[in-house]
């Protein structure tokens, strides 16, 4: 009896950690390929505002109000940017802090 439910106990453990590990998984692919997806988004804003912009006979109200459009996106981009560069730095310093410490020992 007691071997039945340890067998017991250890399989229903198996199936609540299987779906959990399965939905972090997903969860990872879905954010990276928003993550992708949203530069090109932006990108694609990018050039669709500029080419209204070019357009001289916008009145000025709208003009205005593309520009801050405009300026949003920039903002947005460079934050991306920025934080992939950060993403950067923070890896080579680990590198270069691991590669210090072997040089020690």
């Known amino acids: ?5 340890r ?8 199936h609540i950690i299987f779906p959990q590990r399965m939905k972090a998984m997903l969860f990872i692919i879905f954010a990276l390929i928003c993550f992708v997806s949203a530069n090109e988004l932006l ?3 990018l050039k669709v ?5 070019k357009d001289k006979n916008l ?3 709208e003009r205005k109000m593309l520009e801050f459009h405009k300026t ?10 920025e934080a992939k560069n950060m ?11 691991k590669g210090t410490k072997s040089n020690k020992k």
């Open 87 to 97: 993403k950067v730095t923070t890896k080579l310093v680990q590198t270069v802090k």
């Open 7 to 14: 067998y017991l106990s250890k399989k229903f453990y198996f």
């Open 72 to 81: 949003e996106i920039m903002k947005a981009i460079n934050k991306k940017v």
């Open 49 to 53: 505002v500029n080419d209204k912009l």
């Open 59 to 61: 009145p000025k109200e």
């Open 43 to 45: 990108e694609k804003e």
């Open 1 to 5: 009896m007691i071997i039945g439910t």
